[in-house]
């Protein structure tokens, strides 16, 4: 039996962005349109070209390979033509494959919101599906507070969705705008919407998880005939957030009751990186991953010691739903590691370095790792630091340099004016081949005099990190008090557009910052090495 296709439309970038506390800068944007390209989404909705210049800067250039870049924005304003429209024309000037058309579909919302005619807002519908049509891209429509419209007046709504869809959109999105329907409803409806004309084909579910459903919402919505599911990455979004792709992608390929009937873009070996996906989004957004989040989060395969543990070591299917390495997840059960060992081996088979199950310095390693995550390092967020100490305890990396000491001064004074400032001072003591190099720099603050200083002078080295950039600096307390341990993340680049993070960890943050400085220039050395190898080949 061939399966149906079902779509999957990431809306991170735009509604997720609408999270209190989250606000993606372009570089931001590009790293989380690759990371979604490269798991198979398809469609990557990039924002609101022309509402702000981050948009406007990102959809400056296609951002996915391939995933459909969409863009997102308004159908035209009633009195005006499509082609007179200032909004839907920046629109049709971003270089994306899709448009995205919010439109109205709540005569309440067209009354007070538009202030237009109902018939006007049909019509704005029409024209400017046809508009995005004619310019070659595919037009989608967003049918804004669809479910809540329905209620009040379903002739009205059907009309707008039907609008959409006859004018040519390849999907018309019914959205649960406020997030307060229920699965049973949303089901309903759907179903009369398919019944009134628009076949499931073309529709698609947008749902916001104000009653915690919006994922049960989803399912619904699929179950009732929609074939495209828009969510946000660890379901952030506007209030309680939106529909959590990273909980339905899992259930839509594991659960027999989806998994039978239907296929998504998402292979089966990008399913296993999902854990990871996850981590690494949350890394981004500088904050704790939900350690109880369905599929990913790190209890979600936990069982504590005790009849559940020993029946799990077993018959592990006992226990658990799916298994953990569906998902790239592992089983923490407190005796055994062979889930982690494989993963462990796995995740260093990426990176290139081979190494056999059974040699005792990955025994050693995995120990490490263990021990420095219960310290407070994230290698999910540090992979150029994970691989510095995966290749240190496995073989050897070539120590280029040695720090002997570093100074930090911070002071705060009034200068010849008396206008008060604080001026911060580094110096640094670094041995290159025996050789003592001292180098003093001041910076803006400890951290970046510390960055200028001990990258001032490496002796022989210094011409190749030239192009060491630091492009990103996050700082987290791990917990309160007075006694509180800092980890530092840093992530840097370099012209041959290799971008790398690090990791430090200590009760001081200078410390921490100067760690994860050191891993930095340490990978660009190693990684300009095997750069020189892989030419000679
Ligand atoms: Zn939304």
Redesign the pocket.
């Known amino acids: 039996m061939t399966k149906e296709r079902i779509y999957l439309f990431d809306?991170t970038l735009r509604?997720g962005q609408q999270t209190p506390g989250i606000d993606f800068s372009v570089e931001d944007k590009v790293q989380i349109a690759g990371m979604l390209d490269q798991f198979g989404l398809d469609y990557v909705e990039g924002g609101y070209p022309g509402a702000n210049p981050t948009d406007t800067a990102f959809f400056a250039k296609k951002r996915t390979q391939r995933a459909s870049f969409v863009a997102f924005g308004m159908t035209k304003r009633a009195g005006v033509s499509a082609s007179n429209d200032p909004g839907l024309a920046t629109l049709l000037q971003s270089k994306s494959d899709a448009i995205c058309l919010v439109a109205k579909s709540w005569d309440y919302h067209v009354r007070v919101a538009l202030g237009c005619t109902n018939e006007e807002n049909v019509e704005s519908i029409r024209e400017s599906v046809k508009a995005v049509a004619t310019s070659g891209r595919e037009p989608m429509v967003d049918c804004e507070h669809f479910f809540d419209g329905y209620k009040a007046n379903p002739d009205y709504a059907l009309a707008c969705a039907k609008a959409a869809y006859e004018s040519g959109a390849r999907w018309v999105v019914l959205?649960d705008?406020n997030g307060g329907t229920q699965p049973a409803e949303v089901g309903e409806i759907v179903r009369a919407v398919i019944a009134a004309g628009i076949p499931g084909a073309s529709l698609g579910i947008?749902a916001?998880d104000d009653t915690g459903q919006a994922v049960a919402n989803s399912l619904a919505a699929i179950e009732a005939g929609v074939r495209q599911v828009q969510g946000t990455l660890n379901g952030i979004?506007?209030r309680c957030g939106?529909a959590n792709l990273v909980t339905i992608i899992p259930t839509l390929m594991l659960k027999p009751a989806f998994a039978d009937r239907f296929e998504t873009g998402v292979s089966a070996e990008n399913l296993a990186g999902i854990a990871r996906l996850s981590r690494a989004f949350d890394e981004l957004l500088n904050r704790a991953p939900a350690t109880q989040a369905p599929y990913v989060g790190s209890s979600a395969f936990a069982t504590k010691a005790g009849i559940h543990a020993s029946a799990l070591l077993k018959e592990p299917e006992t226990y658990e739903h799916v298994p953990p390495e569906t998902v790239g997840n592992t089983r923490r059960v407190m005796v055994s590691d062979q889930g982690g060992k494989s993963n462990f081996i796995a995740e260093l088979k990426r990176r290139g370095i081979a190494v056999d199950k059974d040699d005792r310095k990955l025994d050693a390693l995995i120990s490490i790792v263990k021990e420095r995550e219960a310290q407070g390092y994230a290698y999910e967020g540090a992979d150029a630091s994970f691989e510095l100490l995966a290749r240190r305890t496995l073989g050897r990396v070539e120590e280029f340099f040695h720090v002997e000491s570093f100074r930090c001064m911070v002071e705060r004074r009034y200068d010849a004016n008396g206008n008060l400032k604080t001026v911060s001072e580094a110096i640094v003591k670094v041995l290159v081949d025996g050789e003592e190099r001292m180098s003093v720099a001041e910076g803006n603050g400890p951290v970046n005099a510390l960055d200028i200083a001990l990258r001032k002078d490496l002796g022989k080295f210094q011409a190749e990190i030239g192009d060491l950039e630091l492009v990103d600096y996050k700082v987290r307390i791990l917990n309160g008090g007075t006694e509180a341990i800092t980890r530092v993340l840093i992530e840097s680049q370099d012209d041959t557009g290799r971008r790398w993070w690090t990791v430090g960890v200590s009760d001081n943050i200078i410390d921490a910052s100067f760690q994860a400085l050191m891993d930095s220039i340490i990978y660009k050395l190693l990684k300009n090495r095997d750069d020189a190898v892989l030419a000679a080949e």
């Open positions: 809306t509604d959205c705008t947008h916001h979004g506007e939106n």
